[in-house]
């Protein structure tokens, strides 16, 4: 049995299985990220919930897997060389994820490069861009009457809609007839941003049918709606 008790992290979220992956996380876009794919995936782990309502993320013991207080963050039992690894940020963990199984991500190493392209794509604009949108939307951001921060994320998400629109015509996913992380790291975020933080509407949602069937298709998927629960809130 794995001895994970050198790690901080599992003095505040001891892990009954510690033969198995562990997960620290919350429900939200970044973070079912990890929690779908290793539904998907199919390797065992154990999920702890991360609460921002009582600052989870700020603690000692968290902070000690993840000096950037960001969920997700995993803790694997059976790392390179059977070393226990601690890792944090999703798309460094859905790389990884990918490779340590053999799945959802391309064997040729061109393709793999291109959906690792897409992956970046989420990292760097749809999540940013999307998130900034949701605060001056939904949260406190609504507050503020000068309305030009808001319509900057809005036409930028907007856009970011109409790539994301475009690559899907004529492909069942992002890559094609293969399902990958890049669609694991992008459609939680295109759910978010129409489902939690209402903007459908704001950004014309209704003109990007390709990634409306994408995204149902996505949903679709036993998985994916297992994942969207994990860890549950309690």
């Given at each position: 049995?794995?001895?994970?008790?050198?790690?901080?992290?599992?003095?505040?979220?001891?892990?009954?299985?510690?033969?198995?992956?562990?997960?620290?996380?919350?429900?939200?876009?970044?973070?079912?990220?990890?929690?779908?794919?290793?539904?998907?995936?199919?390797?065992?782990?154990?999920?702890?919930?991360?609460?921002f309502?009582?600052?989870?993320?700020?603690?000692?013991?968290?902070?000690?897997?993840?000096?950037?207080?960001?969920?997700?963050?995993?803790?694997?039992?059976?790392?390179?060389?059977?070393?226990?690894?601690?890792l944090f940020?999703?798309?460094?963990?859905?790389?990884?994820?990918?490779?340590?199984?053999?799945?959802?991500?391309?064997?040729?190493p061109?393709?793999?490069?291109?959906?690792?392209?897409?992956?970046?794509?989420?990292?760097?604009?749809?999540?940013?861009?999307f998130g900034?949108?949701?605060?001056?939307?939904?949260?406190?951001?609504?507050?503020?009457e000068?309305?030009?921060?808001?319509?900057?994320?809005?036409?930028?998400?907007?856009?970011?809609?109409?790539?994301?629109?475009?690559?899907?015509?004529?492909?069942?996913?992002?890559?094609?007839?293969?399902?990958?992380?890049?669609?694991?790291?992008?459609?939680?975020?295109?759910?978010?941003?129409?489902?939690?933080?209402?903007?459908?509407?704001?950004?014309?949602?209704?003109?990007?049918?390709?990634?409306?069937?994408?995204?149902?298709?996505?949903?679709?998927?036993?998985?994916?709606?297992?994942?969207?629960?994990?860890?549950?809130?309690?």
């Amino acid at each position: 049995m794995s001895n994970l008790s050198s790690f901080a992290i599992t003095g505040k979220w001891p892990a009954q299985y510690p033969d198995r992956l562990q997960l620290y996380s919350l429900p939200t876009p970044n973070g079912v990220k990890v929690s779908i794919m290793l539904e998907e995936c199919g390797l065992p782990y154990e999920a702890h919930l991360v609460s921002f309502e009582s600052n989870d993320q700020f603690s000692p013991e968290f902070l000690s897997l993840n000096p950037n207080n960001k969920i997700p963050a995993i803790l694997d039992p059976k790392g390179p060389d059977g070393k226990p690894l601690a890792l944090f940020e999703s798309g460094a963990i859905l790389l990884y994820l990918a490779e340590k199984t053999g799945q959802f991500l391309p064997a040729d190493p061109a393709l793999r490069y291109e959906t690792i392209q897409w992956l970046m794509f989420q990292m760097g604009g749809v999540g940013p861009m999307f998130g900034q949108l949701g605060f001056f939307h939904k949260f406190a951001g609504k507050d503020i009457e000068d309305k030009r921060p808001r319509d900057r994320y809005v036409a930028e998400s907007r856009r970011l809609l109409g790539v994301l629109d475009a690559r899907l015509k004529g492909r069942r996913w992002i890559m094609g007839d293969d399902y990958t992380i890049a669609d694991m790291a992008i459609l939680p975020w295109v759910r978010n941003l129409v489902q939690f933080y209402g903007a459908g509407e704001l950004v014309g949602y209704a003109d990007f049918v390709e990634v409306q069937r994408v995204l149902d298709a996505f949903l679709a998927r036993p998985a994916v709606q297992a994942g969207l629960n994990q860890p549950p809130r309690n």
